[in-house]
């Protein structure tokens, strides 16, 4: 296969621009490098059958800076493409499309952050979750045992903190975060050339919903995905569910709480058989099992495929996760003991940086890559409808 001269990448990431008799080596951008692959991926295609991103890419005879956001959020990093390739390093080719597109991703959370002045905290994540998760576990701790309130002989988290009290705290974190969500999504959709009408297609939602439930591009083949090394493994794709199934049980265990209390005023704590009791425990259980599985895995992943520049996202997250689950397990089984106090002001704690970092950390990849499978969803429609 035989490329232009000046796409001829004799080494990565870098072009010549020549000025005079002079030329400078100057570094490609991650988009720049990406526009590159995808010109010599469609002129191979040999990788077609394994995601989404390679029918996505042969959609288009040339690539925008558009066209790179939305395949590399339509990317889940299988690392499949990168052990097929014959022109990955030391190729002079040298493609790593997994890597590549994993710097595209982080660039792109940065270029749809809300409000714009936080993008900085996508590059210093470590130290923003270390930092928030600090002062929030000051702030629960101080807060609980200083509280007037004495833990109750049923184990009330709200004889310590009141509910009025919990809801004005979550409540105003809630609605700024889903502000960000909202601004942050909407600016990817129009970025990559989607009208706003196009989000009420119910066929295409109903596709993309069913894409990211069964994380259907974490399923490789049918033999999972080359992660984390070459040999095809289901084990990324089931630590994610417990990872994401698990956050969204301990959301629903939260909805269902609050619907007991404000439609059938029923007062908390509510019996271990309850839904909200049970709903909770299997959702804590998921956010102990995923994370530390990812955290496994990632240890053993080949860095190649990664950008490191995302290592303090993913710990950052996953970490945050974890300590989420394993204190509100804790918090349940030690309720009605005088450790309660305590502990319930960890986990408010821990509960309250997750909130106040999800924005400007690993969560916001969920949105964008639900964006792009939406896209995708719509594309294919498009493609189809016109071939009839």
């Known amino acids: 296969m035989r490329v232009p ?13 020549v ?3 002079n030329a400078t080596i100057v570094p490609l951008t991650p988009v720049e ?3 590159r692959l995808m010109r010599l991926c469609n002129a191979c295609r040999y990788c077609e059958g394994f995601c989404a991103v390679f029918p996505a890419m042969e959609r288009r005879l ?6 790179i956001h939305y395949l590399a959020n339509l990317c889940h990093n ?4 990168y052990y097929a390739c014959p022109y990955t390093p030391p190729h002079a080719f040298a493609l790593n499309i997994p890597q590549t597109f994993a710097r595209v991703r982080t660039a792109s959370y940065e270029k749809y952050a809300w409000p714009g002045f936080f993008r900085g905290l996508f590059r210093q994540n470590a130290l923003t979750t270390g930092a928030a998760t600090v002062l929030c576990l000051c702030l629960f701790v101080l807060g609980t045992n200083l509280s007037p309130g004495a833990p109750s002989a049923s184990g009330s988290f709200y004889s310590v903190i009141s509910h ?6 979550f409540g105003a974190a809630s609605v700024w ?11 990817f959709w129009c970025d990559v050339g989607e009208p706003l009408s196009s989000l009420l297609n119910p066929g295409a939602l109903m596709q993309a919903f069913g894409d990211v439930l069964r994380l259907k591009y974490l399923e490789g083949g049918g033999d999972g995905c080359a992660y984390p090394g070459e040999v095809h493994s289901h084990s990324r794709r089931w630590f994610h569910h417990f990872t994401f199934y698990g956050f969204l049980l301990c959301f629903t265990s939260t909805t269902v709480a609050a619907s007991y209390h404000y439609f059938l005023h029923w007062e908390a704590p509510y019996p271990f058989w309850s839904a909200p009791v049970v709903l909770g ?6 956010l102990i099992i995923g994370p530390l599985g990812l955290f496994w895995l990632k240890g053993k992943s080949n860095r190649e495929l990664n950008d490191r520049t995302q290592t303090g996202l993913d710990y950052g997250f996953l970490t945050l996760l974890f300590l989420t689950g394993l204190t509100g397990i804790l918090l349940l089984l030690i309720r009605q003991s005088s450790s309660m106090r305590l502990v319930l002001g960890i986990h408010l704690g821990f509960v309250a940086a997750l909130f106040l970092t999800m924005p400007y950390g690993k969560f916001v990849h969920g949105i964008y890559r639900f964006g792009a499978l939406l896209k995708n969803a719509l594309e294919k429609r498009r493609a189809a409808a016109a071939s009839s």
């Open 5 to 17: 001269e000046s796409d001829s990448p004799s080494a990565l990431e870098t072009r010549d621009r």
């Open 19 to 21: 000025a005079g008799k």
């Open 33 to 35: 490098e990406g526009e």
């Open 62 to 67: 040339a690539f925008t800076g558009r066209d």
């Open 78 to 81: 299988c690392g499949e493409c």
């Open 164 to 169: 009025d009290a919990m809801v004005g705290i």
């Open 177 to 187: 975060i889903l502000a960000a969500f909202v601004i942050g999504f909407l600016r």
């Open 281 to 286: 425990v299997l959702g804590g259980i998921g």
